[in-house]
């Protein structure tokens, strides 16, 4: 498996990853919110195109995505990620431990303090995600808290405390 930038040739592919990836049993077809909310961000001024990475199989096809978009807590810039999507056939491979480690990789090289996402408590932490609160974060929605967690990295600095916010399309969900 190979992880590199998205290409323009990878944009049907990676709504078709995310589209399959979040489908709700017994909706129809390409309902998918992330599948929309991908498209949403590369074409706003928050879409950030070294930080939109997929996962290549062998045989060239897409079988994952990861985006981190421009967020900022307070009036400091900071990184929101989402979605990471894999394609059902591809779960519980390693394609998305891969994405991860790739997106915060790539996040650090670039000089960003701290990447922010809303997800599952048991498995974000295993990339050194931690509670959003023991940083002085707050969530655009409270009743995010138990969920809501930080990933600091090395231009992080202790003084970048307050609300968190995404980029305007997650807003418009």
């Not at 996962?55 to 400091?76: F, K, L, N, P, Y």
């Not at 979605?83 to 591809?90: K, T």
């Not at 996040?107 to 048991?122: F, K, Y």
């Amino acid at each position: 498996m190979l992880i590199r930038r998205e290409l323009p040739a990878d944009i049907p592919a990676i709504r078709d990853v995310h589209a399959a990836a979040f489908a709700k049993p017994d909706a129809p077809a390409d309902t998918s919110v992330e599948a929309g909310l991908v498209d949403a961000l590369r074409a706003c001024d928050a879409w950030i195109p070294e930080l939109s990475l997929v996962a290549i199989t062998a045989d060239g096809a897409v079988a994952g995505h990861v985006v981190c978009s421009r967020a900022s807590v307070g009036s400091t810039p900071a990184l929101g990620l989402g979605p990471l999507g894999v394609l059902p056939a591809h779960q519980r491979q390693g394609v998305g431990h891969a994405l991860m480690h790739a997106v915060l990789g790539a996040a650090d090289a670039l000089g960003e303090p701290l990447v922010v996402l809303l997800g599952h408590r048991d498995y974000y932490p295993l990339f050194g995600f931690r509670p959003a609160g023991e940083f002085g974060i707050t969530p655009p929605v409270e009743a995010w808290g138990p969920h809501f967690q930080v990933r600091t990295l090395a231009g992080y600095a202790p003084d970048m405390r307050g609300a968190f916010r995404y980029a305007k399309p997650f807003e418009d969900l």
